[in-house]
Structures are given as structure tokens and as C-alpha cells.
């Protein structure tokens, strides 16, 4: 089975504008969840979409938003970015709602100008 | 909330030999998950192994075994014949074993970042 997607690897944004990620988890699997990676925080859980439904989400600001499709892809946007959201964003797929075993994209990392 | 720590921000090991990686956890619940990943330079995170809580079993995969102590809230990771390509960072994660609309989000630790010398 392909492993998880996800695009674009690399994007630079400037500050105030917004940005979307995408993730395609693996074949069969319809739980995403969405990581952010920073060298000073580490990784923080963002949010998990079962079914296109968000089951649950971080301790983030409404900025951060996503949403997951029928065929369990899920995208991810943060509008108005500040800063410090450059970090790596990392989508994980799962079989079930929460999936015990979370597997990991390559991720994508946002630089914000 | 549950934390999970890992005390030791690098180690090294040299090729072919043992090391283990340690973590601790602090959580009240008494079903939940655990795992060990690893991330190389390349930054794809892959699962190295996992553990049930409720197996009293050490998970082994391969080079890689775990030591879970459910009672002192441990969960070392020992890497056996070390090999260069294990060189990563590795972090150690919990997750609740809850049913029913329970935050199932992984939480990490800070991670170890492991050298592996020839």
C-alpha cells in the first residue's frame, strides 16, 4: 500500500496571507490527525477528522482550521499566518477513529516571511 | 493530562552495540498505548514499535525491544547491534485507550536525538 501524502513538501508564505496543506492518508484508512513540529514546542497535535467530522482538536487558535473529504483526504488551512507557524506540519492516518497505530507523511514544511 | 518525558536530549552508540533510550510517562488512566518513533534527517516518522498497556508482554520487533514498567510509568526503548541507519531522533508517544469520543491524540515526548558511530 502507498503510504501517506502529502503536498506541497516545502512553501513559503509571507506573513497575513493564508496557506493549505493537504494530506492523503493510506488507503483504507479514514482517520487523519495533524501535527506541528517546532524545535521549541516539539510536536503538538492540531486536530483529528473521522468520517469528514472533526473528533478533535488542539490547543490552537482559530486559524488554524481543516476539514476531511468523502474519500478521507484532508486539507488543513491557516489564514492570516503569523511567524510562528513556520514549522513542519505532519499528517498521520489511522484505520479507526483515534487508530491505536498513527502513521506518519513526510510532512510539509512552512516557512512564513 | 498525560506528559511524557524523555530525559536525555542525546546519546550515542557506537555501530553494533546496545543503547537504550529512556521515557517516562505520568497519566491516571489505566488503558492507553504507547510507541516509540523514530525520524531520520529525512523527516518521515515511522513507528518503531508499540506497546498495549494492558499486555504485561515486552513488545519486540526485530533490533528493537521495549522495557515497559506499567508501575513506575516507564517505557525505555533498547536498540540492539546498532546500525547507522538508526541514527534519528526518537521520540516516545502516548495515546489513551478510551472508547467513545475519547481524545485519542498522540502525545509526544521531546525526543532523543541518537548518534550512531562507526
Known amino acids: 500500500k502507498a503510504g501517506v501524502t502529502q503536498t506541497p513538501r516545502y512553501l513559503i508564505k509571507t506573513r497575513g496571507q493564508q496557506v493549505t496543506l493537504s494530506c492523503s492518508p493510506i488507503?483504507?484508512?479514514?482517520?487523519v490527525s495533524w501535527y506541528q513540529q517546532t524545535p521549541g514546542q516539539g510536536l503538538q497535535f492540531l486536530f483529528e477528522y473521522f468520517s469528514e467530522t472533526q473528533r478533535n482538536k488542539g490547543n490552537f487558535p482559530g486559524r488554524f482550521s481543516g476539514r476531511q473529504f468523502s474519500n478521507s483526504r484532508s486539507e488543513m488551512n491557516v489564514s492570516t499566518l503569523e511567524l510562528g507557524d513556520s514549522a513542519l506540519y505532519l499528517c498521520?492516518?489511522?484505520?479507526?477513529?483515534?487508530?491505536?497505530?498513527?502513521?506518519f507523511g513526510p510532512g510539509t514544511r512552512l516557512l512564513v516571511l | 493530562a498525560q506528559t511524557v518525558t524523555q530525559s536525555q536530549p542525546e546519546m550515542s552508540v557506537q555501530e553494533a552495540e546496545t543503547v537504550t533510550l529512556s521515557c517516562t510517562y505520568d497519566t491516571s488512566e489505566s488503558d492507553y498505548y504507547l510507541f516509540w518513533y523514530k525520524q531520520p534527517p529525512s523527516r518521515q516518522m515511522i513507528l518503531v514499535i508499540r506497546q498495549e498497556a494492558y499486555k504485561q508482554q515486552n513488545a519486540t520487533e526485530n533490533r528493537f525491544s521495549v522495557n515497559f514498567q506499567k508501575a513506575a510509568k516507564s517505557f525505555s526503548l533498547k536498540i540492539s547491534d546498532s546500525q547507522l541507519g538508526d541514527a534519528a531522533m526518537y521520540f516516545c508517544a502516548y495515546r489513551t485507550g478510551g472508547s467513545g469520543g475519547s481524545n485519542y491524540k498522540l502525545t509526544f515526548g521531546k525526543g532523543t536525538l541518537l548518534t550512531v558511530n562507526p
Open positions: 488507503s483504507g484508512h479514514r482517520s
Open positions: 498521520a492516518s489511522g484505520a479507526r477513529a483515534g487508530g491505536e497505530t498513527q502513521y
